[in-house]
């Protein structure tokens, strides 16, 4: 059963942050395919204002060598969106396998951050995309860059008073690129391994290698020293077990050992052979 | 003839179009939700209970405990030794303590959520290991619920005999019956001041004994309607919501309804039973079996539910659908105070064919021998000695469902790296084992010109409303608009038993063919034939004798030797092969199911439509219980965290039949409930071996065991 809660939906983003400044306890609903069940656990969200009807959160646009994405457009549009599908491939990719059909519809790209599981499935591509977030409160906005907006599992830098509202990703055009997720049914589970990656390559030689893991560390992360050993070298089988083994290292700098490790570290080596070995 | 017909089942139109009535539809005035505190701990004496704030509540009606139980505080399927609410003591978590009952579900629920208990803990039980060395009785006749035995021929000489010996330790898991409606009902006083239950259950005579138990009145004043049913599995099997209901009623003299949530279902319902196997098989050099060695030992949680049942059924099974001359089977059944398992599609089989089948994969790759050959040499068929020595006499088509699979067998290929294919088979004997379980039918004329047939088979979505219908349809000879069902009423029908075990088409069937066959005498005396009308007949007849017709059927079976195990437990057995074609990514330990060819001897298909449902069904559960699902006591809350197959894990599927006719069954027929899930999981384990050269021999093999299993490969 859930617990008594008053709601709103917004109509425009400035009636949301207006109702995020003046009340108390006031909860953000961005499909709300998360917090449906923890309310359903018993977490307590006295007022809740619905943010997916707001027009100006919605939809995918072109901006240069920019794309925008509305906080409030779902997995569903996200993973059939052409734009999307041409110079984002990765995060396509990831939006297509999140939850179920139902979910996809519900659910949102801005939910999935400000939520920010270790297994959201956007994370990893969007990192690998250098993602851009613009926060928007009554005060102003603030642009701030994914990396640093996810501070742990669940938190972020978002206060109380601000809503995410704009993603803003790089365009990769001539990259390899796309998203890997295991998890332990066909459908509809969460994930126990995303990798997402975008490469670019002349004849045999690594020029822009863009690599993110999710659902391993706290956060999901780009391992930087093997992206960075990577590029400009030639493809080799030694460069790429190098490249696999610094990225095991990082894993286990940031998290120490963990039990699931036993299984999820020989998977991620073996996903990252073939996807470097140009499989 | 509708027998052998894919009749559209009789229940589809309702459930498709939402008018399917079930237990939590069935809304009354007046009516009060009643919902149950559990115990919090696997093991405690209870101390202290306060329910002083809940009761002050506005809205809360009553709460009950285990003092306000007028008869008796036991009930079990075949050992009572399980409390409706815990008195004492709570031996596991989830234990039912109290029963809340409110004028709604909310203020229920909130209610329960503001009674305290104290708890004085005792160190659990977590282990049969644990429950076999330790001092403390979780029962009073001590911690080993059931051992049972099977011997047959001399196993030390079989070994002996034996070229290659295989020897393994296989372990399964807790599984969750996961069916799609939880466990729900509703209970009332009927227009006849009798404690009336309509609910979710595969029983209505045996649930009607137990809440006539609790309450300490006569069975007449209690009445059990089964409601329409979204599945079982064997979870319904047990009592559930009904002795609460009793209760509640029998107190508050009100409706009152209760629906467990799912997670409440996840915590109180039983599960299949985790088995621990250790096989010992042994064969000439040209694939003949000569000798099985099986000890199975069980874990049932902290009461008995079915665990007899599979630790007897695990022991007359125990070679499979083999014949082997040598067989040395024990098997035994602890308490704990992990949750109780019960009955669960199989009784125990679908673990053991998980071992039995590996074993024969191994005995065969180390003889280069190849699967199918193996297993077409050693299948029983008819003549043939089980391990239990009985001769096979009819109905024995194992042999034709591998004869069914191998062409396909023959001519498979692999097409990518990681593919793999596999053949499970199984033999599983229909109904109750070594012991009666009879079922009445009475097909009677009513005064509408109409035959009833009065049933107390419970349909829970399997489909026997419309077998049986079809059978009698053939037995009367007539069309069905001549024939009305009333199903499922303990006021109007007699004991079918219970929907388990594969017996409903079987023995059910039988006994309303035998009503069929009386009331067509009957009416053909009566001139029938030669155009009278039904409503005649019925005015000339009413009066002169009865119009209504019982049918009964009990299948010969005798009781088990205590040491060896020797008799006939079942009057038949169904039989089945099933080839399982799978990919594996070796990356990432996935196994994904391509395609399924099942083969099965059901006897007679009485609706071939039917059974195809029942097969796509077993296979479903299959693919869960080899790879996906696995219920963790203490951990496993929701299907959050429990992972059924959905239709994306599903593999195309291909059913083929066998009728070997069976002499004792209506028209021939057999059952195919279970027979459908047991050799599945077996058949993915083959193809596994086969796809990436691993053993499993610990089940689930989700894709983090297999991985971990490819691990250990590449380092040997």
Known sequence: ?279 | MFVGRSLEKVDAAAKVAGRAAFAYDLKMEEMLFACIFRSERPHARIGQIDTREAISLPGVVSILSAKDIPGKNLFGAIRKDQPFLADRAVRYRGEPILVVVARNEEVARRACGLIKVSYEEIPPILSPADAASSAFLLHQDGNLLSYRRVRKGDVAKGFSEADVIVEHTYSTHWIDHAFLETEAGIGYLDERGRVAIESSTQNVHYKRAEAARLLGIPEERVRVIQATTGGGFGGKLDVTVEGFLALAVHHLRRPVLMRYTREESFLANTKRHPLHIEYKTGARKDGTLTAVKVNVIGDTGAYASYGETVCLRTAVHATGPYEVPHVYADSRMFYTNNPPSGAMRGFGIPQLAFAHEAQLDEIASSLSLDPLDIRMKNCLKKGSLTATSQALSASAGLLETLKQIEPFWRLRQKKHPGSGFGLGCMYYGIGNTAMPNPAGAQAELAEHGRIILHTGACDIGQGSDTALLQILFDALGMEPRHVILDRGDTASSQDAGSTSASRQTYISGRAVYEAGRKMRQFLEQQGYPEGKDLREIYRVAKGQQPLCFDGFFDPPTTRLDKETGRGIPYATYGFATHMTEVQVEEATGTCRVKKVRASHDVGKGINPALIQGQIHGGISMGIGFALLEEFIPGETASFDSYHLPTSMDMPRIEVMLVEDLEPTGPYGAKGVGEPALIPQAASIVNAIRDAVQVNVYELPCDVERLKILLERKEKR
Not at chain 1, 91 to 120: D, F, K, W
């Open chain 1, 1 to 279: 059963m859930l617990p008594r809660f008053s709601s709103l939906k917004a109509k425009t983003k400035k009636e949301a942050v207006t109702a995020l400044a003046e009340g108390e306890e006031v909860t953000l609903v961005a499909g709300g395919t998360d917090l449906l069940v923890r309310m359903k656990r018993g977490e307590s969200h006295h007022h809740l204002i619905d943010i997916t009807s707001i027009e100006e959160l919605q939809g995918v646009v072109a901006e240069g060598s920019r794309i925008r994405i509305g906080a409030a457009t779902t997995h569903s549009r996200v993973s059939t969106d052409p734009l999307i599908r041409e110079s984002a491939r990765s995060l396509g990719e990831a939006a297509s396998g999140i939850g179920s059909p139902q979910i996809r519809n519900m659910g949102t790209i801005g939910g999935n951050l400000a939520n920010a599981s270790p297994c959201a499935e956007s994370i990893a591509p969007l990192l690998v995309h250098d993602a851009l977030l613009t926060i928007e409160s009554a005060e102003g906005e603030r642009v701030e860059a994914l990396a640093q907006f996810i501070t742990a599992p669940y938190r972020t830098t978002l206060t109380g008073r601000e809503m995410l509202s704009l993603i803003r990703i790089e365009r990769l055009e001539g990259y390899r690129e796309g998203y890997r997720r295991v998890a332990k049914r066909a459908a509809w589970a969460v994930s126990r391994l995303g990798i997402a990656w975008a490469i670019k390559e002349a004849e045999d030689r690594f020029l822009d290698v863009r690599l993110a893991v999710g659902s391993c560390t706290p956060r999901p992360f780009r391992p930087r020293s093997a992206e960075a050993l990577l590029n400009g070298r030639r493809r080799e089988k030694w460069l790429v077990e190098e490249a696999v083994k610094l990225c095991l290292e990082e894993i286990r700098q940031i998290s120490g050992e963990r039990p699931s490790f036993i299984y999820k570290l020989p998977v991620i080596r073996d996903l990252l052979r073939t996807i470097l070995g140009g499989g």
